[in-house]
């Protein structure tokens, strides 16, 4: 397993030393001075780099899914069960508490058809809700992707506006989809953690604190 400094979650607080955490869902995550360089922090997570990835190595897995007739899964912070049955066109469709998968008798993948669906949604989620806070907050990203991250929720590149926001979003509720996607808009006014960038939030959002509690309460489902 290899971490890299990319995927490390980095909160700039009121501290005087770097402390470095790996939490129980495998993700990293640094609190650093706030006025720390970026190179320091970089340089402190490479000589812990060794002793992250061993850790890792020896934590339990994530919860393991086989994708068979019954398991349960969360698809946009509610319960669901997977409905298994053969036949074609392939494909997956959410129907009240079912997820009704439609797997071909030969070469079915029914992983691979649950994370379509789920990344459809949630790509059209985003699309909505993008659009809202976007005019909400008055800032334009220049488009969103949706991709499997470890550690982060979203990102947001400042050169050249894009967000990109985590598949695994598709598993929970929609209040806390929203608040990633402000949280990455923000980022276009505001490229730091500092007081400012959450004034900002808590002026649209009020209630981002308890939105952002609720996302990291429950472990990574992943997919
Ligand atoms: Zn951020």
Not at 2 to 27: A, C, E, N, P, Q
Not at 112 to 130: F, P, T, Y
Not at 138 to 148: D, I, L, M, N
Request: charged share 30%; with cysteine.
């Amino acid at each position: 397993m290899t971490v890299r400094f990319s995927d490390i979650r980095i909160d700039r607080k009121k501290v005087r030393r770097m402390y470095l955490k790996i939490h129980r869902d495998g993700s990293v995550s640094m609190t650093v001075p706030a006025q720390a360089g970026q190179e320091t922090v970089r340089l402190f997570f490479e000589e812990k780099k060794t002793w992250v990835e061993e850790t890792l190595r020896h934590m339990p897995a994530q919860p393991h899914h086989t994708y068979v007739q019954g398991e349960k899964h969360f698809f946009m912070g509610r319960t669901v069960f997977l409905e298994c049955i053969q036949g074609s066109p392939e494909g997956c469709r959410i129907d009240g508490e079912r997820a009704c998968l439609m797997i071909p008798a030969e070469g079915g993948d029914p992983r691979r058809l649950m994370i379509d669906c789920w990344k459809k949604a949630l790509e059209r989620q985003l699309q909505d809700s993008v659009r809202y806070w976007e005019a909400a907050a008055g800032v334009r990203a220049a488009g969103f992707s949706v991709k499997e991250m470890k550690t982060r929720w979203g990102t947001c590149h400042l050169r050249t506006g894009k967000l990109c926001f985590a598949l695994e979003l598709a598993s929970k509720p929609v209040l806390c989809i929203e608040y990633v996607v402000l949280h990455e808009l923000t980022h276009l006014l505001e490229a730091g953690h500092t007081p400012r960038f959450r004034a900002i939030m808590s002026y649209y959002m009020p209630d981002w604190k308890e939105r952002k509690k609720i996302l990291n309460e429950s472990p990574r489902e992943f997919m």
